[in-house]
């Protein structure tokens, strides 16, 4: 679940002139000035909103010899309208996770200070991950890390950058060749039980 996508698509939609552009676009293709006519605004004002719907695909354009159409991508209403139906049916799966996001939050609180110096390495193994996961997030994905520029790195958080990244290591957070390190994908990281 892409929650990031969900909110632009609501946000976007929750718009009384975009939901009567969509309305409109429901009865089949029309163009700007069309619309701008039907709905008594100004063609600026129907090219901003345009804009908006399609930046979350709900509209998209054909150019027929010097007049674009705009028409419905009805596929990502329904779409979204079946995930958010989803989410609803499976609330079982949201409480889990905004369970599990309060205890990581808490987690993160007790083990760093205020202006982000890790206070010292958890014991217990979940903890622990939660704590690497959150140092590990802000290395970019892609980018080779020389061991001296990791070190720095790890240094803002706490001195003893040889046992974290020993971690970042065994927990298969990054990988190492010839001194030089790389972001693993989320998908191969260790994960709390």
Same mark, same amino acid.
């Given at each position: 679940?892409?929650?990031?996508?969900?909110?632009?698509?609501?946000?976007?939609?929750?718009?009384?002139? +975009? $939901?009567?552009?969509?309305?409109?676009?429901?009865?089949?293709?029309?163009?700007?000035?069309?619309?701008?006519?039907?709905?008594?605004?100004?063609?600026?004002?129907?090219?901003?909103?345009?804009?908006?719907? +399609?930046?979350?695909?709900?509209?998209?354009? +054909?150019?027929?010899?010097?007049?674009?159409?705009?028409?419905?991508?009805?596929?990502? $209403?329904?779409?979204?309208?079946?995930?958010?139906?989803? @989410?609803?049916?499976? =609330?079982?799966?949201?409480?889990? @996770?905004?369970?599990? /996001? @309060?205890? +990581?939050?808490?987690?993160?609180?007790?083990?760093?200070?205020?202006?982000? =110096? %890790?206070?010292?390495?958890?014991?217990?193994? =979940?903890? =622990? %991950?939660?704590?690497?996961?959150?140092?590990?997030?802000? %290395?970019?994905?892609?980018?080779?890390?020389?061991?001296?520029?990791?070190?720095?790195?790890?240094?803002?958080?706490?001195?003893?950058?040889?046992?974290?990244?020993?971690?970042?290591?065994?927990?298969?957070?990054?990988?190492?060749?010839?001194?030089?390190?790389?972001? /693993?994908?989320?998908?191969?990281?260790?994960?709390?039980?």
């Amino acid at each position: 679940m892409q929650l990031d996508r969900i909110v632009a698509f609501h946000k976007t939609m929750g718009d009384p002139t +975009r $939901i009567r552009i969509v309305a409109l676009l429901s009865g089949g293709p029309l163009h700007g000035q069309a619309i701008a006519g039907k709905l008594g605004l100004t063609p600026p004002t129907i090219t901003h909103h345009i804009k908006k719907l +399609r930046e979350i695909n709900v509209i998209y354009e +054909r150019r027929d010899k010097n007049t674009i159409y705009f028409h419905l991508n009805e596929s990502v $209403i329904r779409q979204q309208a079946k995930t958010l139906g989803r @989410l609803i049916e499976e =609330k079982e799966d949201v409480e889990e @996770l905004i369970g599990q /996001n @309060l205890e +990581r939050q808490k987690v993160i609180r007790n083990f760093f200070t205020k202006d982000g =110096k %890790l206070q010292n390495i958890p014991a217990q193994r =979940k903890k =622990k %991950l939660i704590v690497l996961e959150y140092m590990v997030r802000g %290395l970019k994905a892609g980018k080779k890390y020389p061991e001296k520029e990791l070190n720095g790195y790890i240094k803002q958080f706490h001195e003893d950058f040889a046992t974290i990244r020993r971690e970042f290591i065994i927990n298969h957070y990054m990988y190492r060749e010839n001194g030089i390190y790389e972001l /693993n994908p989320p998908e191969m990281w260790a994960k709390p039980e």
